[in-house]
């Protein structure tokens, strides 16, 4: 991370905790909630499989941008699925079009949209990522890739992906992959594992954790806090053991307990048009109380001023972006 962009980021925050500001600098964009596989866990895949227009996507970075944003996320369904016709107005071409010479229109990739997101001034662009399809994004700062444990459990989880996934990572052409894993009763013997992979894959940057948030359909994978205090303290001891980790250990008695403040002001999510405070999952009765998102405590903990969690946070992001 540029020293510049780390400033204003700190000057934003102390600013928001002075003056108990709800203004947002997290913003997730999601291009598309199609996807190209079904997972256990998850309940926003295949709603509409909408694939989002280019312009829409370009209107939507412009408008966080605008508002602030500075930290961006592109998520999916999935986002290597993504692609958008950039629709060719300009008059010298149309009158071709008449003429029966049809100009190709550029397809737009997820890779235009991470350099329009670094050209348009946002200080870091990440994308989320199943990992099915090939690696070749150096652009974005960091490309949250989930596997969801050993072979054994992420295949339960995510389909006979995982193989499919390690050779996709062995041919990445840039080591910005951290993987991102969502510790369900299925999983939850997992933790180690995920970390020795990010270990000693050399395109692997770290692991971020989540616990398994409860809509719904899915309630039956959720953790107890008996089990998340187990997989906290797991998590910690690893950090402790310096296996790479992008996660607060100073937030765990938090997420642990649920007793985090929520929502998180500091973060917005766009879908379709659409912008919600903290993510896509607020309009679901109860859910925050259940929160499964690390994120969600990180940032809301870091604005409300707790000292701990901003020197671990610097540390951390500094380690890792
Ligand atoms: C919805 S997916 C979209 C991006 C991409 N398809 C993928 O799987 O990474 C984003 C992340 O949310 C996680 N996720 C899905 N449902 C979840 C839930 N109920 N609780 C916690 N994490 C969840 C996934 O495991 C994944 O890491
Ligand atoms: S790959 Fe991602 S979006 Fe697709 S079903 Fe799995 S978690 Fe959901
Ligand atoms: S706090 Fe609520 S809206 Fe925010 S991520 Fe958690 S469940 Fe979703």
């Known amino acids: 991370m540029k020293t510049k962009h780390l400033i204003k980021l700190g000057a934003f925050g102390i600013s928001t905790v002075l003056f108990s500001r709800k203004k947002a600098i997290l913003g997730t964009i999601i291009l598309t909630d199609k996807c ?47 692609n958008g016709e950039e629709k060719n107005t300009h008059p010298s071409t149309q009158s071709k079009i008449t003429d029966g010479l049809r100009e190709p229109c550029h397809n737009k990739t997820l890779r235009d949209l991470v350099i329009e997101a670094k050209k348009m001034g946002f200080y870091i662009v990440n994308v ?13 700062d960091l490309i949250l890739l989930s596997l969801d444990g050993d072979r054994e459990r992420h295949n339960i989880i995510r389909g006979d992906t995982y193989d499919t996934i390690m050779k996709n990572i062995d041919e990445a052409t840039s080591d910005n992959i951290c993987f991102y894993m969502a510790i369900n009763k ?43 205090q187990h997989c906290c303290d797991e998590i910690g001891k690893l950090i402790d053991q310096d296996y790479p980790i992008f996660n607060l250990k ?28 903290c993510g896509r999952c607020i309009d679901v009765p109860g859910l925050c109380e259940k929160c499964g998102y690390f994120f969600a405590a990180e940032y809301t903990l870091l604005f409300s001023g707790k000292i701990k969690i901003a020197v671990d946070m610097l540390n951390t992001y500094l380690r890792y972006i």
């Open 36 to 82: 190209n596989l079904h997972c256990k866990h998850c309940s926003v895949n295949n709603l509409t499989a909408v694939m989002h227009p280019y312009a829409q996507i370009k209107k939507e970075m412009e408008v966080l941008y605008n508002q602030g944003i500075r930290i961006l996320f592109f998520c999916g369904g999935e986002t290597f699925l993504w």
């Open 128 to 140: 989320v990522t199943n990992g099915t399809f090939k690696i070749d994004l150096p652009e974005a």
């Open 186 to 228: 299925i999983n939850r013997d997992c933790i180690k594992h995920v970390c020795e992979v990010a270990k000693n894959k050399p395109m692997v940057r770290a692991v971020s954790f989540n616990f398994h948030t409860p809509y719904p359909d899915t309630v039956e994978l959720e953790l107890n806090v008996e089990e998340k």
């Open 250 to 277: 100073t937030a765990f008695p938090y997420i642990v307990h649920n007793n985090f403040p929520t929502p998180c002001y500091q973060c917005v999510v766009m879908e379709n048009g659409k912008l919600s405070i």
